[in-house]
């Protein structure tokens, strides 16, 4: 399953390469130029991320020194606000029995982070946008990914990673799905 000499960041992403392109796939039919598909786009990301950060709060909070400042519930509730809508209800995310399979999990949340910088650019003028541009902390992807080399060294805990976060790209899938189809 695993090419021998590829680092754990590696394994992760091109294990789940696939899942992250059907997420894509599904988030690029929201506009976010316009206000009706930069909320749907909000709505759809929080379905999933407000009960994944919950479940994975303890595990990550040991693992993760500052995960306090990783967290970005808070950010898309108040963007949801802003825009007079309140937090879709999310379905119970599945939960992560290792350290591994937490580290594959927030694999995809800090990957979105990393994604949400790329977005921003793409939302109409003067929307809330603290969602997807958290207050800017140097180094954090880095530390994530030395965090990964560190910890996923066996191909057992890589294995794990790989199932957790293709669950999570999974869950994303399914909740953008059900926003589209919410709106038609």
Known sequence: MFQTGLGAR??????????????????????????????????????CLISLEAVLEARASRLISDWPLRR??????????????????????????????????LYVLEGSRLGGAVLVRTVYPGAPVRFLSPPATPGLWREFVNLLEERLTERSERSAAVRAARAVFKQFEIGGRQELEAVA
């Open 10 to 47: 590696d394994v992760l992403r091109r294990e789940t390469r696939p899942d992250h392109e059907a997420v894509d796939a599904v988030y690029s039919r929201f506009g976010l130029s316009q206000p009706g598909g930069y909320l749907g786009f909000l709505r759809a990301q929080a379905r």
């Open 72 to 105: 970005r519930t808070h950010l898309i509730q108040d963007d949801l606000r802003d825009l007079g809508a309140a937090s879709p209800l999310s379905p119970p995310a599945q939960t992560f029995d290792s350290d591994a399979a937490t580290l594959g999990a």
